[in-house]
């Protein structure tokens, strides 16, 4: 039978009923405990002068307390002859511990267990118990030694609430037709212990501004500090001191108005009221339950947290979440704020276009800007775009395949290109020459305008090359001679045929189902009879030019 410390209550029981006139029988059997037990006790009380004749006004706590000194004799530094024999191996167990040669001559290994240990120890003779060799290489060789668990203030009503991902099971997806993790985003409110459970298939940025956004509309307002786990979509860089948040945190935390105070890596016990919560809410909520989807799965978490865990007795403070929350916090949170319309940040870099593509669509930047990366936050109304945090532009969001482009972003020499603006040519020959407006207009007069810009840039690159009053004096020979072809003025230009400014009338043949252009039968030099009389002198070079032009 194993040994059993007798209380003190117990010895006094004892001793009462022994004066009472009792056999030890009757005795033992009254204060619960063996006869050989109630035997000793009485025969330690004789011998310190207890009475039985004298009553019980005798069994004051002087007594008591040398009763207890003859049977439970103080043992030297409070531990018996087995720990006294592992005191004297003391070097060998820090060895172990340390994975060390206890000799010191041998290669050092790997640390050894505390079953190890014991199983060692029973081979050299010494016969001691797990729980014994445990506590000693705990206390005295430093083996797994655990640091004390200090119990931090809850802080005041509202002021702070602790999130977290915990996985909660399997769920078929309607959308995939698979089944799918489904995590619990669960916030626990550090001074009242109230809980709201949101459920997600996703641990993003999204999903736990979704899950805060339901949790102030839960809790009826905003606390003042969250404290999250270093999750990825919240923290971009762990410290313990200077943590880094990500730009789409700081944003919904600049649009909500709390603080940020992440737990440290791998340190749990910095948020261990909402840890607590994960194995309850796994264990309360989810088991048993056959979901079919978040949104039912959702529902049910509002009236879990409202109920279940909202009106059960805590462990700790021994109160109702619910009603601690209802009396004293939900008065001092923050207001809940408006719909949070949720951004898109990404990182992009300029094309040579002078334009970025977010979110599938694209929008124009200053060409100070070539080259470089930008950050953009598109909303559902604007794109903002950063340069090293510095707004450099704002668009109105437009649908994915379209594009918004500022004039004011665009060189001069290319907003018509850019715009593709036929008026643009149009407008920029009338300011040149009549002439040339007229050729233009001309030459722009299609179905589709747009197809002929390009023959439009070339007549203006022709007039830059050349000048206006060539290019001017070639229009009016090809208008004349209804030749609407760029490349034509380039070679009337070439050619120098523009300074014979003749009126030339072409008459079309009448009759004649194949009747071809009179330049076609001239084959020498001389002289070209028009239609009004008068006669034009051809050299070789004017004849191939007229060729051309007809």
């Known amino acids: 039978m194993a040994f059993r410390e007798v209380a003190v209550t117990e010895v006094i029981e004892v001793l009462r009923a022994w004066l009472d006139g009792k056999g030890l029988r009757s005795v033992a059997g009254q ?36 009763v207890l000194g003859l049977v439970r004799p103080e043992r030297t530094g409070g531990h018996g002859s087995v720990w006294r024999m592992l005191e004297t191996r003391h070097d060998q167990l820090v060895a172990w511990v340390k994975g060390e040669d206890p000799d010191g001559v041998g290669p050092p290994g790997r640390p050894l267990t505390a079953t190890k240990i014991t199983e060692l120890l029973q081979r050299q003779g010494c016969q001691v118990s797990y729980r014994t060799v445990h506590r000693y290489l705990s206390e005295k060789c430093g083996f797994r030694v655990k640091s004390a668990t200090v119990r931090v203030a809850d802080g005041p009503p509202g002021g702070e609430l602790q999130i977290d991902f915990g996985y909660m099971g399997l769920m078929a997806d309607a959308h995939s037709g698979r089944n799918r993790k489904v995590y619990g985003l669960i916030t626990t409110a550090v001074y009242s212990r109230h809980t709201f459970v949101y459920f997600t298939f996703q641990q993003t940025l999204a ?16 606390f003042k500090t969250v404290i ?37 890596l791998h340190h749990p016990k910095d948020k261990p009221k909402v840890e607590r919560s994960v194995s309850y ?54 207001p809940v704020p408006p719909v949070y319309d949720r951004p898109t940040w990404v990182e992009v870099k300029v094309h040579p276009d002078l334009h970025v593509q977010v979110c599938k669509a694209l929008y124009s930047v200053p060409v100070s800007l070539a080259g470089k990366k930008l950050t953009a936050r598109a909303d559902s109304h604007l794109v903002k775009l950063y340069h090293r945090g510095q707004l450099v532009k704002t668009h109105p969001r437009v649908a994915p395949g379209r594009r918004h482009t500022d004039l004011a972003d665009v060189p001069d020499h290319k907003v018509a290109y850019v715009t593709r603006n036929p008026a643009w040519i149009q407008k920029k020959a009338d300011q040149i020459d009549e002439v040339i407006g007229a050729y233009v207009a001309r030459m722009l007069d299609v179905p589709l305008p747009w197809t002929a810009m390009r023959a439009g840039y070339r007549l203006l690159g022709l007039i830059d090359r050349y000048g206006a009053e060539p290019v001017a004096g070639a229009c009016r020979l090809a208008l004349e001679l209804d030749v609407i072809a760029v490349s034509k003025i380039q070679a009337i ?58």
Request: hydrophobic share 40%; with cysteine; proline share 5%.
């Open 31 to 66: 204060a619960g405990v063996e006869r050989k037990t109630a035997r000793r006790y009485v025969q330690a009380a004789q011998s310190v002068g207890l009475d039985r004749a004298g009553g019980c006004d005798q069994l004051t706590d002087q007594l008591i307390g040398q």
């Open 207 to 222: 999903a736990v501004i979704e899950g805060l956004e339901a949790a102030w509309l839960f809790y009826g307002g905003v």
């Open 228 to 264: 999250p786990d270093n999750l990825s979509p919240v923290v971009s860089k762990a410290d313990p001191t200077d943590p880094v948040f990500t730009a789409g945190w700081l944003d919904y935390v600049q649009h909500c108005g709390f603080a940020t105070d992440p737990a440290r």
């Open 281 to 334: 809410v796994k264990h309360s909520l989810w088991d048993g339950e056959r979901f079919t989807s978040l949104t039912q799965a959702r529902a049910k978490a509002v009236e879990w947290c409202s109920t279940t865990a909202g009106l059960r007795i805590h462990g700790t403070t021994q109160t109702r979440p619910i009603e601690v929350f209802n009396s004293e916090e939900q008065p001092v949170l923050l």
């Open 493 to 550: 230009v070439e050619r120098g045929l523009e300074r014979h400014n003749v009126p030339v009338q072409v008459m079309a043949a009448k009759g004649g189902r194949f009747a071809r252009p009179v330049t076609e039968f001239i084959s020498k030099p001389g002289h070209l009879i028009l239609v009004d009389g008068s006669h034009l002198e051809l050299n070789q070079d004017h004849l191939g030019a007229v060729r051309e032009a007809s």
